[in-house]
């Protein structure tokens, strides 16, 4: 019985830990209208390291705020270059990422 | 960059001739973005049934056009590139519009007629506004929309906006006014604007103005 507890227990930090490490967030300044932003959920839902079984298909844009939320497939590394390219490309400008827990709590700071 | 310079060059040494963005001024702001919108106006005894797409090569260069359809007939299709300069700052988004456009003789002239527009547009999450003046053959125009927009969070909002018109021509003067509301789902936007004169020194001008339609951007 503790064998079966420990087991579940440490099945549940892996899959906690891995989901919080495959969400974050991005600043974007200027991103104020959801009919303007339709550009920057569709250009981030092509790539390739978005998990779109997560907030809407993979996306989810707070205008009220200026964030970006995406889920990242926990196979897949989020490339900050590529990603930051694609937000320009739906005609805003991103100014930081960082990861959250399941939570939505504030993880790290990329650079 | 150089054909965008020739064009330039092109329709300034045309007449004028205007052409307002199709769907709206905000969208579609995304590379390789397009839209296309069907529209019904009403103005001097007159309904017009008009046919507009947008496309957006990149955020900064967009190509538009209009095709107007009235008395059983086409009118002149409106060919226009309105490039922007945007600016993004925080809760903030503003962009700087120059248009040329290009009226071709698809409604049985001959005349080749162009036109620029000078537009401003600003935003916030809660409130919209843009002017823009133009001129168009003898017109002289301002056109200003301003309001507050209520957005549900879950991809759907509500611009209230106020509009104001005016025209100065060889056939008089004209300040047109009323309000737009403009409701978006997605990617499917529909819009409805009324003006009344508040200045109507126009011979040409007869009326109210009213306009509805609906549109898609991709």
């Known amino acids: 019985m503790l064998r079966k507890i420990t087991f579940l227990a440490l099945l549940c930090a892996m899959f906690s830990g891995s989901l919080s490490a495959q969400n974050y967030v991005v600043s974007v300044h200027g991103i104020v209208c959801e009919l303007c932003s339709l550009g920057v959920a569709k250009k981030l839902r092509k790539l390739s390291f978005i998990d779109p079984s997560n907030y809407d298909k993979g996306i989810k844009v707070d205008i009220n705020n200026q964030l970006v939320y995406l889920a990242v497939r ?27 827990d399941s939570a939505g709590k504030k993880l790290e700071v990329s650079q | 960059m150089k054909g965008v310079l020739y064009l330039l060059l092109l329709v300034g040494a045309c007449n004028t001739a205007l052409a307002h963005q199709p769907v709206m001024d905000m ?9 296309i919108q069907t529209r019904t106006e009403h103005a001097n005894s007159t309904t017009t049934q008009w046919l507009e797409g947008v ?98 969070g879950n991809g759907s909002s509500l611009f209230t906006l106020w509009d104001v018109t005016a025209v100065d021509s060889a056939s008089g003067q004209r300040i047109l006014t009323g309000p737009v509301l403009m409701y978006f789902k997605r990617n499917v936007v529909v819009r409805f604007e009324y003006k009344m004169p508040l200045l109507d020194n126009d011979n040409e001008w007869d009326g109210d103005f009213i306009s509805a339609g609906i549109g898609i951007v991709y």
């Open chain 1, 74 to 100: 926990e196979d897949a590394a989020l490339d900050k270059t590529v990603l930051f390219d694609a937000i320009e490309a739906g005609g805003y400008q991103p100014i930081e990422i960082w990861a959250i």
């Open chain 2, 27 to 35: 969208a579609p702001r995304w590379n390789n973005g397009y839209g």
């Open chain 2, 55 to 152: 496309y957006t090569f990149k955020p900064s260069v967009r190509m538009t056009f209009k095709l107007p359809y009235a008395d059983g007939e086409f009118g002149d299709a409106i060919v226009a590139v309105p490039i922007k300069h945007y600016k993004n700052a925080g809760g903030f988004t503003s962009s700087w519009g120059l248009t040329p456009s290009v009226a071709m003789p698809t409604g049985g002239g001959s005349d080749w007629d162009a036109g620029l527009s000078l537009s401003y547009s600003a935003e916030t999450a809660s409130l919209f506004q843009l002017y823009d003046v133009y001129t168009l053959g003898d017109k002289t125009g301002l056109d200003v929309n301003i309001g507050p927009v209520y957005a549900d």
